[in-house]
């Protein structure tokens, strides 16, 4: 063993592995890799490998009960938001090994992109506190990591991202929904106190700095500020959304377009009628009163990048 790893006490730590993440599939080397790679740091993995229906809730609360506080998600930003849901509340913590194909999450936390770099801050990151958004919709509430949306861009989610992970055939239902769609009238309540109603295809809430195509929407700590973004696209044709603020632009600059309107909250309540479709990280709820507000440091996670000194209020594991 390597002199920078030989002095590292064993550690357990739940490897979670997402075997189809990302627009092109990897080769079984790739776990291969992972686990090799952990071992090197002394990690003692436990693998589960991911299928459609697992429940991640009972697989971090039997982990838990077993002992191990360490979760490593290898996977995209759908996996992580799943696992990062079952382990809020739990004095467990998240760490990330970016595979998917947008990987916000990792990107927002300035994780890298490589396998060997990000298994080497599983030991040598930050481990920080990160905010987790609670959204209420009903009897339901759903926390949330990345984002949650009202909306047209609710509607599209189970297409686009089919698409995205090479489905073309759904492409005709993604044209359908796009179409078809009419705006509301959206009504915020900010902070209990300031409220703004207008028409409008999309609202997004975001704890993320990142979401959608790699789209900053939040300053670069947004994840542990104690406030939740809100971005109201107000009165944008819908085509106009897609194209110029979605698929072509980098990121949103609220002073371009008066119509974009940018708030950061505590918590907010929307409505819309008639009703929109709302998730909260790739999770559809029902459509109702949306009640969305911040749970601050609420999450333990692995941060990037690599610090010889961390700042106050950071450590390593």
Same mark, same amino acid.
């Given at each position: 063993?390597?002199?920078?790893?030989?002095?590292?006490?064993?550690?357990?730590?739940?490897? $979670?592995?997402?075997?189809?993440?990302?627009? &092109?599939?990897?080769?079984?080397?790739? @776990?291969? +890799?992972? *686990?090799? /790679?952990?071992?090197?740091?002394?990690?003692?993995?436990?693998?589960?490998?991911?299928?459609?229906?697992?429940?991640?809730?009972?697989?971090?609360?039997?982990?838990?009960?077993?002992?191990?506080?360490?979760?490593?998600?290898?996977?995209?930003?759908?996996?992580?938001?799943?696992?990062?849901?079952?382990?809020?509340?739990?004095?467990?913590?998240?760490? $990330?090994?970016?595979?998917?194909?947008?990987? &916000?999450?990792?990107?927002?936390?300035? @994780?890298? +992109?490589? *396998?060997? /770099?990000?298994?080497?801050?599983?030991?040598?990151?930050?481990?920080?506190?990160?905010?987790?958004?609670?959204?209420?919709?009903?009897?339901?509430?759903?926390?949330?990591?990345?984002?949650?949306?009202?909306?047209?861009?609710?509607?599209?989610?189970?297409?686009?991202?089919?698409?995205?992970?090479?489905?073309?055939?759904?492409?005709?239902?993604?044209?359908?929904?796009?179409?078809?769609?009419?705006?509301?009238?959206?009504?915020?309540?900010?902070?209990?106190?300031?409220?703004? /109603?207008?028409?409008?295809?999309?609202?997004?809430?975001?704890?993320?700095?990142?979401?959608?195509?790699?789209?900053?929407?939040?300053?670069?700590?947004?994840?542990?500020?104690?406030?939740?973004?809100?971005?109201?696209?107000?009165?944008?044709?819908?085509?106009?959304?897609?194209?110029?603020?979605?698929?072509?632009?980098?990121?949103?600059?609220?002073?371009?377009?008066?119509?974009?309107?940018?708030?950061?909250?505590?918590?907010?309540?929307?409505?819309?009628?008639?009703?929109?479709?709302?998730?909260?990280?790739?999770?559809?709820?029902?459509?109702?009163?949306?009640?969305?507000?911040?749970?601050?440091?609420?999450?333990?996670?692995?941060?990037?990048?690599?610090?010889?000194?961390?700042?106050?209020?950071?450590?390593?594991?």
């Amino acid at each position: 063993m390597d002199l920078q790893y030989k002095n590292l006490c064993k550690k357990r730590i739940k490897l $979670i592995y997402n075997p189809v993440s990302g627009v &092109n599939k990897e080769l079984p080397a790739q @776990l291969t +890799n992972v *686990i090799t /790679e952990l071992q090197m740091w002394n990690f003692d993995p436990e693998l589960l490998v991911t299928e459609k229906d697992t429940d991640y809730a009972a697989v971090v609360r039997d982990a838990v009960e077993n002992g191990i506080r360490l979760f490593a998600v290898c996977g995209g930003d759908g996996t992580v938001s799943s696992v990062a849901r079952a382990i809020y509340g739990t004095k467990a913590t998240l760490g $990330i090994i970016p595979t998917g194909t947008q990987n &916000n999450v990792a990107m927002s936390l300035g @994780l890298p +992109n490589g *396998i060997k /770099e990000a298994i080497a801050i599983l030991r040598m990151g930050r481990l920080i506190k990160s905010d987790i958004g609670l959204v209420t919709c009903g009897n339901t509430t759903v926390p949330f990591i990345e984002i949650c949306s009202v909306g047209l861009f609710s509607a599209l989610f189970e297409s686009g991202d089919d698409i995205q992970h090479g489905d073309i055939s759904r492409i005709g239902d993604f044209l359908a929904t796009l179409t078809t769609s009419t705006p509301s009238k959206i009504r915020l309540i900010l902070d209990k106190k300031e409220e703004i /109603e207008a028409p409008g295809h999309v609202v997004l809430v975001s704890n993320m700095p990142y979401i959608g195509r790699r789209y900053q929407v939040g300053s670069k700590d947004s994840y542990r500020d104690g406030l939740l973004d809100v971005i109201f696209c107000a009165d944008i044709p819908k085509l106009d959304l897609m194209v110029g603020y979605i698929l072509k632009l980098p990121g949103l600059n609220v002073s371009e377009d008066s119509r974009i309107k940018r708030f950061q909250v505590k918590n907010v309540v929307i409505e819309a009628r008639p009703e929109m479709p709302v998730m909260a990280d790739g999770i559809a709820l029902e459509k109702d009163k949306v009640k969305i507000e911040i749970h601050r440091g609420a999450l333990s996670v692995m941060a990037g990048p690599i610090r010889r000194k961390g700042k106050k209020g950071e450590k390593s594991l």
